[in-house]
Nanobody, 127 residues
């Protein structure tokens, strides 16, 4: 069982920045592909970004590409999502996710199928 704990959400004005963190205690963290999803009110959960086990491959949704950056620190068992130039449409609950079965070196969105989820952290962007 993998426990994922998100932090860093909050309220920010449009154009501002936030950094989300996801801590995943345990020795197996460095073997997992990690990612972030989000769910806005009344909408389905959607993919935001993912990163392979080493941090050498990343993938982003087109809506956040160029504004968000996913990274990881395997020594700290933590994955990050740096969010810049935030827009009101980025308002959502953000979920950290882990795919323990992902075997590819390159992250491909359609292959990233998480089997562990965090509890979510609220991000609200005001206009």
């Amino acid at each position: 069982q993998v426990q994922l704990v998100e932090s860093g959400g909050g309220l920010v004005q449009a154009g501002g920045s936030l950094r989300l963190s996801c801590a995943a205690p345990g020795r197996t963290f460095s073997k997992y592909a990690m990612g972030w999803f989000r769910q806005a009110p009344g909408k389905e959960r959607e993919f935001v970004a993912a990163i392979n086990w080493s941090g050498g491959s990343t993938n982003y949704a087109s809506s956040v590409k160029g504004r968000f950056t996913i990274s990881r620190d395997n020594a700290k068992n933590t994955v990050y999502l740096q969010m810049n130039s935030l827009k009101p449409e980025d308002t959502a609950v953000y979920y950290c996710a882990a795919d323990s079965r992902y075997s590819g070196g390159i992250i491909v969105e359609r292959w990233f199928r998480p089997d562990y989820w965090g509890q979510g952290t609220q991000v609200t962007v005001s206009s």
